[in-house]
Structures are given as structure tokens and as C-alpha cells.
């Protein structure tokens, strides 16, 4: 569906895994589908821990294989910052020899699948870290952004948005990639404010709770407002209450809530559950209230 010069585009995919993916093998890859009389535009995959610790690649193997492509990028699936600076190595070493080579970067959006960790992706933790990534991404003005997401229904590959987050994390690099490319942010609708409330859905006696309030940007949204947040018990104890200051909510720039301690009665009584509640007041005093929060799940200490 997606062509550069009326040239078929294929974004290629390997490891070590599937084969090894040697200059010679990809040269005769190349040159023979050309011999077929298929001329598509090819982006080559930098795979490997090397690329995902450092952003680096063999320069000696990379300059075997980059006269045999249209392009190069890394499959960001470690979400490791390091693997972000990817696009700038290549540019700094590459791009006068080449100068018609397109480079990408990926962002890795998340993994989705029902494991253990799947609760707590969407954490002021993790949508922190995502927006790291992205801006470290940048650096090597890239051509294209890889968006790496996979095994949403264990193995099953979907795209967002997942049962376990509703699209959060991409819904934020919606945002991001609009900015970099200068496209339009959403419409969204008028009056009713787009925002992600990030928070650890699992946590541990003792562990500190606090909360992220995230603006997503939007053309017809509320450009100002205010978020009350409320964690209590289901008994009605109230274990944090905060309000934001006047957010500007034509930006993506987070706000924090106070961090607390749980209670150490809580200890006595896990596992149990918080209720969060939010409520969004608008400049002259319209208020939107969220009561269908995910629940803050406190564990029981377990050793293995």
C-alpha cells in the first residue's frame, strides 16, 4: 500500500533466529529480485544486541550491505535508549557516501500480551520512558518512525489498541510523530479534554503511590484545566488527594501527583484494591468526573 517512487515499499524483518543474515546473502538477495524484474524500494533491518545496547553497527559489514538497499533502520524492540541513537550513527558515518539513503528509527510502543508485567506498562514509569526514547529518537532526524508493537493476544499479532490499554501509549506517540512531522494533531471534540492518567496497577505493601497526569493534544479540546485525583479504599479511607495546577493542555508535558507512603495498616490486609476517581475542571467551571478507573491492585509479599 505504500510506495516511494511508484516503487513497491518492503520493510524488511530477520535475526539471527531466522538466518544469518550475511553481506554476500543479502547482495545476492538484492541483485536477484532486481533479476526478476522487480525493482521495490528496500529498507534493511540492523539487527542484533549490538545495535540495541549501543546504536552502533559493524561499520566493515554495514558498508557491504548499504550500497544493496534504499534504506536502513533498527527494529527497536529492546525499547533500550541506547538502540534510539541508531539513526544519527548511520547518518555520521553513511550519509555522505550515500546521500539518497533514507533512515528510520523505531519506537518500541510496548509488548501487550497477558503476562506479568502487563499491568503496570501503563505507569508514570513507562509513558516517562516512552517519551524518552522518542526524544532521544530525534536526535538522528529520522526519515521514517518504526512503531514496534507485537504478541497483543500471545502471539496474535495486533495492532493497538489492546484489552490492557486501550491505546494509551500509542495514542502519546500519535502526538509525538504529528509534532515531528508537522501533520495536524487530532480534532478531537470540544470541551472534552484528552488526557492519559498513568499509574502502577500492582503494587506492593510499603511501595510509594503516585500518579501522572498526561494533556493529550487536541484542535477543538480545552486548552486549560484542572485534575483532582482521589486514592481510597473501597471502606472510604482516603490514601491520596491531590489537584493539578492550571495544566496547559496544548502541550504534552506531564504533571505528578504528590507521592505517599501506603498506610501500614494496608499491610495487614493484603491483597486488596484502591479506587481512583478523577475529576477534570475546566476554566469557567465545566467539570467532567471519571469514576471507571482501573483499580490499584496491593499484593501480598510472595517469594519464590
Not at 530477520?14 to 521495490?40: C, R, Y
Not at 528510520?104 to 502487563?118: C, E, F, K, L, P
Amino acid at each position: 500500500w505504500l510506495k516511494v517512487d511508484g516503487r513497491p515499499f518492503i520493510l524488511t524483518y530477520h535475526n539471527g533466529a531466522h538466518i544469518d543474515m550475511t553481506p554476500a546473502i543479502w547482495q545476492s538477495l538484492a541483485e536477484g529480485v532486481k533479476e526478476l524484474g522487480f525493482d521495490p524500494f528496500i529498507v534493511y533491518n540492523f539487527e542484533g544486541i549490538q545495535v540495541a545496547l549501543t546504536g552502533t553497527v559493524d561499520l566493515e559489514e554495514a558498508a557491504q550491505i548499504i550500497p544493496y538497499t534504499d534504506g536502513v533502520y533498527h527494529f527497536g524492540g529492546s525499547s533500550l535508549k541506547e538502540g534510539a541513537k541508531f539513526p544519527a550513527f548511520i547518518r555520521e558515518h553513511f550519509q555522505d557516501l550515500h546521500p539518497e539513503m533514507i533512515v528510520g528509527g523505531a519506537v518500541h510502543v510496548g509488548y501487550y500480551s497477558n503476562r506479568t508485567y502487563n499491568r503496570n506498562v501503563i505507569s508514570h514509569r513507562h509513558t516517562g520512558e516512552l517519551r524518552e526514547n522518542f526524544e532521544f529518537l530525534l536526535s538522528g532526524n529520522p526519515d521514517f518512525i518504526h512503531l514496534t508493537t507485537w504478541n497483543d493476544y500471545n502471539e496474535a499479532t495486533t495492532f493497538c489498541p489492546s484489552y490492557s490499554d486501550i491505546g494509551a501509549r500509542l495514542e502519546i506517540v500519535k502526538r509525538m510523530v504529528a509534532d515531528y512531522f508537522e501533520q495536524p494533531q487530532p480534532v478531537g471534540k470540544a470541551g472534552v479534554p484528552e488526557i492519559v492518567l498513568s499509574y502502577r496497577k500492582e503494587i506492593y505493601p510499603g511501595e510509594p503511590l503516585m500518579l501522572e497526569v498526561l494533556p493529550l493534544v487536541t484542535q477543538k479540546g480545552p486548552k486549560q484545566g484542572k485534575l483532582s485525583i482521589t486514592v481510597e479504599t473501597y471502606d472510604g479511607e482516603v490514601i491520596l488527594q491531590d489537584t493539578s495546577p492550571t495544566l496547559d493542555l496544548t502541550k504534552l508535558e506531564p504533571w505528578y501527583t504528590t507521592e505517599v507512603d501506603l498506610p501500614p495498616s494496608l499491610n495487614e490486609v493484603a491483597p486488596m484494591t484502591l479506587r481512583v476517581t478523577a475529576k477534570f475542571t475546566g476554566t469557567n467551571g465545566e467539570s467532567i468526573e471519571y469514576a471507571n478507573m482501573p483499580d490499584i491492585l496491593i499484593s501480598e509479599w510472595i517469594n519464590y
